[in-house]
T-cell receptor
Framework: DTEVTQTPKHLVMGMTNKKSLKCEQH?????MYWYKQKAKKPPELMFV???????INESVPSRFSPECPNSSLLNLHLHALQPEDSALYLC?????????????FGPGTRLTVT | AQSVTQLGSHVSVSEGALVLLRCNYS??????LFWYVQYPNQGLQLLLK??????LVKGINGFEAEFKKSETSFHLTKPSAHMSDAAEYFC????????????FGKGTRLHILP
């Protein structure tokens, strides 16, 4: 199984809502990543988890809160987002941080903030 | 800082023709270089990677890339384009293991003409 799954596929939320994005992999990978991708732009790294611990936070606003409850699951909690946060949110995983270059990506969650 | 430049935001080739997508990197030390493909409404998939071994790297789906230090280039080629190759292609760079960050180029949209 070389699949990274993400739910939901699409999400529309108001600026006062609280929602969560979910990412799951069963490849035994110990590094997991969140990226943000705006339309017609490359992905931008947000967070890196290594062995369930946050190892990189790319100065992401606190309205985005990541969580890694176990080695297979990665969540991104959203609260009080702004319309400019609308984007495709991609999750990825790799064997470990040293194998960061061989990341397996999920299909993404397309988020619209109204 | 590391960066890659992809020449041409859109490239069109006829089915069966040679595919050439250009990428130049800026680095004072040998970098790690990658090509990723993104099909519509999907996440990214690693096509191939250069990690200072052989300069000619073969990837999936018939793609290959050659690392040319003298030209600071890592162009992606495929001898014969197929309709299914239509997608967004990202060149990416990273310094070394432990850096964790992949810096993506702006992407090149490949169009295949029948």
């Amino acid at each position: 199984d070389t699949e990274v799954t993400q739910t939901p596929k699409h999400l529309v939320m108001g600026m006062t809502n609280k929602k969560s994005l979910k990412c799951e992999q069963h490849m035994g990978h110990r590094a997991m990543y969140w990226y943000k991708q705006k339309a017609k732009k490359p992905p931008e790294l947000m967070f890196v988890y290594s062995y369930e611990k946050l190892s990189i936070n790319e100065s992401v606003p606190s309205r985005f809160s990541p969580e890694c409850p176990n080695s297979s699951l990665l969540n991104l909690h959203l609260h009080a987002l702004q319309p400019e946060d609308s984007a495709l949110y991609l999750c990825a995983s790799s064997q470990d941080r040293d194998s960061f270059y061989e990341q397996y990506f999920g299909p993404g969650t397309r988020l619209t903030v109204t | 800082a590391q960066s890659v430049t992809q020449l041409g935001s859109h490239v069109s080739v006829s089915e069966g023709a040679l595919v050439l997508l250009r990428c130049n990197y800026s680095s004072s030390v040998p970098p790690y270089l990658f090509w990723y493909v993104q099909y519509p409404n999907q996440g990214l998939q690693l096509l191939l990677k250069y990690t200072s071994a052989a300069t000619l790297v073969k990837g999936i789906n018939g793609f290959e890339a050659e690392f040319k230090k003298s030209e600071t280039s890592f162009h992606l080629t495929k001898p014969s384009a197929h309709m299914s190759d239509a997608a967004e292609y990202f060149c990416a760079v990273s310094d070394s293991p432990g850096d964790d960050k992949i810096i993506f180029g702006k992407g090149t949209r490949l169009h295949i003409l029948p």
